[in-house]
């Protein structure tokens, strides 16, 4: 692929995105946006939408995923890199987001989506934590770890986040504390 049809390619993606959030924010259902009004929106042909997308559920995926590598480029830059600053910039994000969230949760399944997506593109930064070398199964370790934090993160969601974020951190370290550290 050339730059030019990168660049296309681009542009065409963005634009779904952005369509699929100028429908969604019109407060449709995710579940309900049809290709055809996707691509009116975005003022491209459906064979265009075809071109980059199989479903409009991978409209949605591809917007999760962008949001995760975000949020990995983000951990990565911060100078602790440990479960509580994780858990802080996620509880922070999760807050900040609820165009991303709210309506994802309202999806039958989307919300499970972005975590299971956001889980396993951060065991890898992640597993900078766990670098004591007298434990053998850390793989196990850091997969309990995320799937609990990713619980918490979306039982928070669906609740309304009325526990505010600092109140989350202290849950996550009491966790931690009772689970991992006896």
Same mark, same amino acid.
């Given at each position: 692929?050339?730059?030019?049809?990168?660049?296309?390619?681009?542009? /065409?993606?963005?634009? *779904?995105?952005?369509?699929?959030?100028? #429908?969604?924010?019109?407060?449709?259902? !995710? &579940?309900?946006?049809?290709?055809?009004?996707? /691509?009116?929106?975005?003022?491209? /042909?459906?064979?265009?939408? $075809?071109? =980059? *997308?199989?479903?409009?559920?991978? +409209?949605?995926? @591809?917007?999760?995923?962008?949001?995760?590598?975000?949020?990995?480029? @983000? @951990?990565?830059?911060?100078?602790?890199?440990?479960?509580?600053?994780?858990?802080?910039?996620?509880?922070? @994000?999760?807050?900040? =987001?609820?165009?991303?969230? !709210?309506?994802?949760?309202?999806?039958?399944?989307?919300?499970? #989506?972005?975590?299971?997506?956001?889980?396993?593109?951060?065991?890898?930064?992640?597993?900078?934590?766990?670098? &004591?070398?007298?434990?053998? =199964?850390?793989?196990?370790?850091?997969?309990? +770890?995320?799937?609990?934090?990713?619980? !918490?993160?979306?039982?928070?969601?669906?609740?309304?986040?009325?526990?505010?974020?600092?109140?989350? $951190?202290? +849950? +996550?370290?009491?966790?931690?504390?009772?689970? #991992?550290?006896?």
């Amino acid at each position: 692929m050339n730059r030019k049809e990168y660049l296309q390619e681009t542009e /065409s993606r963005e634009k *779904f995105c952005n369509a699929f959030w100028c #429908l969604m924010q019109g407060e449709k259902p !995710i &579940d309900q946006i049809s290709i055809d009004e996707l /691509s009116e929106q975005a003022g491209l /042909s459906r064979r265009t939408f $075809y071109r =980059h *997308f199989k479903s409009v559920d991978e +409209v949605l995926i @591809y917007i999760f995923q962008i949001q995760v590598e975000i949020l990995v480029s @983000y @951990y990565q830059r911060q100078e602790s890199r440990d479960l509580m600053a994780l858990a802080k910039m996620l509880f922070d @994000y999760c807050y900040d =987001h609820d165009d991303i969230f !709210i309506p994802a949760m309202n999806a039958n399944g989307k919300l499970g #989506l972005f975590f299971q997506y956001f889980q396993e593109e951060t065991l890898q930064s992640f597993a900078e934590s766990f670098q &004591d070398e007298q434990f053998r =199964h850390k793989d196990y370790l850091q997969r309990y +770890v995320m799937g609990g934090l990713c619980g !918490i993160l979306m039982k928070w969601i669906e609740d309304g986040k009325v526990v505010p974020p600092p109140d989350m $951190y202290k +849950v +996550v370290a009491y966790t931690l504390r009772t689970d #991992l550290l006896t």
